[in-house]
């Protein structure tokens, strides 16, 4: 059996959820005198207050769970370019080996990369999306898009750390200090591995055509 898509559980129980209050507001709108006893009481906090703050974290939920979503990421008219580059037909380019690979989940592939894999790294990476949509919305839209900070290997050691590929490459074991410094960030991924979105030359590369299911 096909699993349901992601999110349709809770966008169900968000639809039920305003079903119900509405319903609920309406019968006291309609007999207010249903207030005047205990029962009618708690059936309206439950219908004003306790349902529609249930539906609304349920509603936030569906949205925070959406932005994870690639195609929510490259919505943005600023965004498009960068995510064309995912599929440049050339193994020097980062983003696109892992985007081609499956080596992240192509429908979270900007999420998956992009977010901080600490305790609170997915409050910080929400906060971060929000300012994003600020500008997007209200702010000036920089001509060059930039991290806020370098990139941290505590990313990349997420996945790749433990890897036979990573633990073993010939590169990595020039000699005993390079995963050391590697696993402690004083030897940053990104040096070696520096060709991530390239979209200034889009005009000129070439692409990979992603199958159709």
């Known amino acids: 059996m096909e699993a349901f898509p992601t999110g349709f559980v809770s966008t169900a129980l968000l ?49 925070l769970d959406h932005s994870k979503k690639t195609e929510f990421c490259l919505s943005c008219h600023v965004m498009e370019k960068y995510g064309k580059s995912l599929l440049i037909d050339d193994r020097s380019h980062v983003p696109a080996v892992h985007f ?74 020039l000699d005993s200090e390079t995963m050391v410094l590697i696993r402690s960030n004083q030897l940053s991924c990104t040096g070696c591995h520096d060709l991530a979105h390239d979209v200034d030359s889009l005009e000129n590369a070439t692409f990979w055509k992603e199958p159709v299911p």
């Open 100 to 173: 081609q690979n499956n080596l992240v989940p192509r429908e979270a592939a900007c999420y998956t990369c992009h977010t901080d894999y600490t305790l609170y790294g997915g409050i910080n990476s929400k906060l971060r999306g929000l300012r994003h949509l600020y500008v997007q919305y209200l702010g000036t839209l920089p001509e060059q898009i930039k991290l806020y900070s370098p990139y941290n290997n505590r990313e990349c050691l997420y996945c790749h750390g433990g890897a036979r590929s990573f633990e073993e490459s010939a590169t990595h074991n």
């Open 15 to 63: 639809g039920y959820l305003l079903l119900v209050t509405a319903v609920l507001v309406i019968l006291l709108v309609l007999r207010p005198g249903l207030t005047e006893t205990r029962g009618g009481k708690i059936l309206a906090f439950l219908s004003l207050f306790l349902l529609p703050l249930l539906a609304g974290y349920g509603g936030v939920s569906a949205h």
